[in-house]
Protein backbone atom coordinates (compact mmCIF):
# COMPACT_ATOMS: atom_id res chain seq x y z
CA UNK A 1 0.00 0.00 0.00
CA UNK A 2 1.48 2.99 -1.02
CA UNK A 3 -1.28 5.70 -0.09
CA UNK A 4 -1.23 8.94 1.34
CA UNK A 5 -4.79 10.24 1.86
CA UNK A 6 -5.94 13.52 2.55
CA UNK A 7 -9.28 15.30 3.49
CA UNK A 8 -11.22 17.01 2.82
CA UNK A 9 -11.09 16.83 -0.90
CA UNK A 10 -12.36 20.30 -1.77
CA UNK A 11 -12.67 23.20 1.59
CA UNK A 12 -13.77 27.02 0.81
CA UNK A 13 -13.41 28.76 3.88
CA UNK A 14 -13.60 32.69 4.90
CA UNK A 15 -10.87 34.92 5.97
CA UNK A 16 -12.09 34.76 9.57
CA UNK A 17 -13.00 31.06 9.47
CA UNK A 18 -10.41 28.44 11.69
CA UNK A 19 -10.23 25.18 9.73
CA UNK A 20 -7.90 22.42 9.20
CA UNK A 21 -6.63 19.95 6.15
CA UNK A 22 -5.98 16.54 7.61
CA UNK A 23 -3.33 13.92 5.90
CA UNK A 24 -2.43 10.18 6.93
CA UNK A 25 -0.25 7.43 5.83
CA UNK A 26 -0.36 4.06 6.84
CA UNK A 27 3.54 2.65 4.88
CA UNK A 28 5.56 3.27 8.12
CA UNK A 29 6.70 6.12 6.40
CA UNK A 30 8.74 8.12 9.34
CA UNK A 31 8.81 11.85 7.74
CA UNK A 32 5.89 13.54 6.30
CA UNK A 33 5.69 16.83 4.52
CA UNK A 34 2.97 19.80 3.80
CA UNK A 35 3.43 21.59 0.07
CA UNK A 36 1.52 23.97 -1.50
CA UNK A 37 0.78 24.66 -4.94
CA UNK A 38 -0.25 27.65 -6.88
CA UNK A 39 -2.50 27.09 -10.50
CA UNK A 40 -0.17 26.35 -13.26
CA UNK A 41 3.18 25.99 -10.71
CA UNK A 42 5.33 23.80 -9.22
CA UNK A 43 4.89 22.51 -5.48
CA UNK A 44 6.74 24.74 -2.67
CA UNK A 45 7.58 23.05 0.29
CA UNK A 46 6.06 24.34 3.61
CA UNK A 47 7.07 21.94 6.43
CA UNK A 48 9.12 18.59 6.87
CA UNK A 49 8.45 16.71 10.08
CA UNK A 50 10.50 13.60 11.05
CA UNK A 51 9.69 11.13 13.62
CA UNK A 52 6.97 13.49 15.20
CA UNK A 53 8.69 16.48 15.15
CA UNK A 54 9.20 19.64 13.00
CA UNK A 55 12.45 19.26 11.04
CA UNK A 56 12.09 21.98 8.35
CA UNK A 57 9.79 25.63 8.27
CA UNK A 58 10.52 27.05 5.05
CA UNK A 59 9.21 30.10 6.53
CA UNK A 60 5.84 29.57 6.43
CA UNK A 61 3.17 32.45 7.84
CA UNK A 62 2.17 31.66 11.64
CA UNK A 63 -1.25 31.77 10.42
CA UNK A 64 -0.57 28.24 9.36
CA UNK A 65 -0.10 25.90 11.85
CA UNK A 66 0.88 21.76 11.26
CA UNK A 67 0.78 19.44 13.58
CA UNK A 68 1.80 15.41 13.88
CA UNK A 69 0.04 13.76 16.63
CA UNK A 70 1.18 10.56 15.83
CA UNK A 71 3.72 8.71 13.10
CA UNK A 72 0.52 8.06 10.60
CA UNK A 73 -1.06 11.59 11.01
CA UNK A 74 -0.06 15.08 9.80
CA UNK A 75 -2.69 18.18 10.17
CA UNK A 76 -1.98 21.67 9.25
CA UNK A 77 -4.38 24.56 11.27
CA UNK A 78 -5.84 27.13 9.37
CA UNK A 79 -6.53 31.06 10.65
CA UNK A 80 -6.91 33.87 9.34
CA UNK A 81 -6.59 32.84 5.79
CA UNK A 82 -5.61 35.55 3.13
CA UNK A 83 -7.58 34.57 -0.53
CA UNK A 84 -4.10 34.83 -2.22
CA UNK A 85 -3.48 31.16 0.07
CA UNK A 86 -5.90 29.52 -2.39
CA UNK A 87 -4.33 26.60 -3.35
CA UNK A 88 -3.87 22.94 -3.74
CA UNK A 89 -2.46 21.72 -0.38
CA UNK A 90 -0.59 18.63 -0.99
CA UNK A 91 1.02 15.72 1.91
CA UNK A 92 3.44 13.23 1.19
CA UNK A 93 5.24 11.11 3.39
CA UNK A 94 8.64 9.24 3.06
CA UNK A 95 10.35 6.13 5.11
CA UNK A 96 12.67 8.41 6.55
CA UNK A 97 12.95 11.97 5.22
CA UNK A 98 15.81 10.39 2.96
CA UNK A 99 13.97 8.23 0.28
CA UNK A 100 11.38 9.03 -2.29
CA UNK A 101 8.53 10.53 -1.05
CA UNK A 102 5.17 9.76 -2.40
CA UNK A 103 2.29 12.53 -2.59
CA UNK A 104 -1.74 12.52 -1.57
CA UNK A 105 -4.32 13.50 -4.06
CA UNK A 106 -4.12 16.94 -2.18
CA UNK A 107 -6.95 19.67 -0.73
CA UNK A 108 -7.90 22.34 -3.09
CA UNK A 109 -8.94 25.54 -0.82
CA UNK A 110 -10.57 28.33 -1.68
CA UNK A 111 -10.33 31.69 0.61
CA UNK A 112 -13.18 34.28 -0.40
CA UNK B 1 20.05 23.93 -3.48
CA UNK B 2 20.93 23.16 -6.99
CA UNK B 3 18.60 24.63 -9.64
CA UNK B 4 16.76 22.69 -12.58
CA UNK B 5 16.36 23.68 -16.23
CA UNK B 6 13.54 21.91 -18.03
CA UNK B 7 11.53 22.62 -21.30
CA UNK B 8 8.79 23.91 -20.60
CA UNK B 9 6.52 22.54 -22.88
CA UNK B 10 6.49 18.98 -25.45
CA UNK B 11 4.43 17.42 -28.02
CA UNK B 12 4.51 14.30 -29.24
CA UNK B 13 2.43 11.87 -31.23
CA UNK B 14 1.32 8.83 -30.12
CA UNK B 15 3.19 5.82 -29.73
CA UNK B 16 6.51 7.62 -30.28
CA UNK B 17 9.12 7.70 -27.90
CA UNK B 18 9.50 11.14 -25.57
CA UNK B 19 13.15 12.06 -24.17
CA UNK B 20 12.97 15.16 -21.49
CA UNK B 21 16.40 16.45 -20.85
CA UNK B 22 17.01 18.61 -17.55
CA UNK B 23 19.74 20.62 -16.57
CA UNK B 24 21.23 20.56 -12.99
CA UNK B 25 24.93 21.80 -13.26
CA UNK B 26 25.12 22.66 -9.69
CA UNK B 27 24.26 19.18 -8.50
CA UNK B 28 25.95 18.10 -5.28
CA UNK B 29 28.15 14.79 -4.81
CA UNK B 30 25.15 13.48 -2.14
CA UNK B 31 22.16 14.55 -4.60
CA UNK B 32 20.11 11.91 -6.09
CA UNK B 33 17.46 12.68 -9.44
CA UNK B 34 14.17 12.02 -9.22
CA UNK B 35 11.23 12.27 -11.80
CA UNK B 36 7.58 12.79 -10.91
CA UNK B 37 4.61 13.13 -13.20
CA UNK B 38 1.47 15.62 -12.30
CA UNK B 39 -1.84 15.32 -13.57
CA UNK B 40 -4.27 18.22 -12.85
CA UNK B 41 -5.42 18.72 -9.84
CA UNK B 42 -3.64 15.34 -8.23
CA UNK B 43 -0.11 15.03 -6.22
CA UNK B 44 2.88 14.02 -8.16
CA UNK B 45 3.60 10.74 -8.82
CA UNK B 46 6.91 9.05 -8.42
CA UNK B 47 8.53 7.58 -11.99
CA UNK B 48 12.10 7.03 -11.29
CA UNK B 49 15.28 7.97 -9.53
CA UNK B 50 18.82 7.66 -10.15
CA UNK B 51 22.12 8.53 -9.07
CA UNK B 52 24.57 7.62 -12.28
CA UNK B 53 24.24 5.90 -15.65
CA UNK B 54 21.01 4.61 -16.28
CA UNK B 55 18.10 3.28 -14.72
CA UNK B 56 14.89 1.53 -15.92
CA UNK B 57 11.83 0.54 -14.29
CA UNK B 58 8.50 -0.65 -15.86
CA UNK B 59 7.47 2.65 -17.21
CA UNK B 60 10.86 4.75 -17.72
CA UNK B 61 14.43 5.09 -18.28
CA UNK B 62 16.61 7.56 -16.81
CA UNK B 63 20.10 8.60 -18.57
CA UNK B 64 22.49 10.00 -16.36
CA UNK B 65 26.05 11.15 -18.40
CA UNK B 66 29.10 10.76 -16.25
CA UNK B 67 29.40 14.34 -14.96
CA UNK B 68 25.42 14.27 -13.75
CA UNK B 69 25.45 17.77 -15.00
CA UNK B 70 21.94 17.01 -16.88
CA UNK B 71 19.56 13.96 -17.18
CA UNK B 72 17.01 12.56 -19.71
CA UNK B 73 14.02 11.13 -19.06
CA UNK B 74 12.98 8.58 -21.43
CA UNK B 75 9.51 7.25 -22.08
CA UNK B 76 8.90 4.74 -24.47
CA UNK B 77 5.50 4.45 -26.56
CA UNK B 78 3.66 7.58 -25.28
CA UNK B 79 -0.09 7.44 -25.35
CA UNK B 80 -2.78 10.10 -24.35
CA UNK B 81 -2.77 9.14 -20.50
CA UNK B 82 0.69 10.22 -20.25
CA UNK B 83 -0.05 14.26 -21.11
CA UNK B 84 1.19 15.68 -17.83
CA UNK B 85 3.57 17.75 -16.60
CA UNK B 86 6.89 16.49 -15.57
CA UNK B 87 9.04 17.17 -13.01
CA UNK B 88 12.87 16.63 -12.55
CA UNK B 89 14.01 16.71 -9.10
CA UNK B 90 17.17 17.33 -7.30
CA UNK B 91 16.66 16.40 -4.23
CA UNK B 92 19.76 17.72 -1.36
CA UNK B 93 19.80 15.88 2.37
CA UNK B 94 19.29 18.63 4.55
CA UNK B 95 20.44 17.81 8.17
CA UNK B 96 19.17 13.94 6.99
CA UNK B 97 16.16 15.23 5.32
CA UNK B 98 15.36 15.45 1.75
CA UNK B 99 14.96 18.76 1.17
CA UNK B 100 13.18 18.74 -2.11
CA UNK B 101 12.81 21.46 -4.30
CA UNK B 102 10.37 20.91 -7.94
CA UNK B 103 11.95 23.28 -11.21
CA UNK B 104 9.08 24.58 -13.92
CA UNK B 105 8.55 20.92 -14.91
CA UNK B 106 7.77 20.27 -18.79
CA UNK B 107 4.41 19.86 -20.19
CA UNK B 108 4.10 17.12 -22.29
CA UNK B 109 1.05 17.10 -24.40
CA UNK B 110 0.27 13.76 -26.42
CA UNK B 111 -1.13 13.92 -29.13
CA UNK B 112 -3.14 11.15 -31.33
Known amino acids: DTEVTQTPKHLVMGMTNKKSLKCEQH?????MYWYKQKAKKPPELMFV???????INESVPSRFSPECPNSSLLNLHLHALQPEDSALYLC???????????FGPGTRLTVL | LAKTTQPISMDSYEGQEVNITCSHN???????ITWYQQFPSQGPRFIIQ???TKVTNEVASLFIPADRKSSTLSLPRVSLSDTAVYYC?????????????FGTGTKLQVIP
Open chain 1, 92 to 102: ASSQDGTDTQY
Open chain 2, 26 to 32: NIATNDY
Open chain 2, 50 to 52: GYK
Open chain 1, 49 to 55: YSYEKLS
Open chain 1, 27 to 31: MGHRA
Open chain 2, 89 to 101: LVALLSGGYQKVT
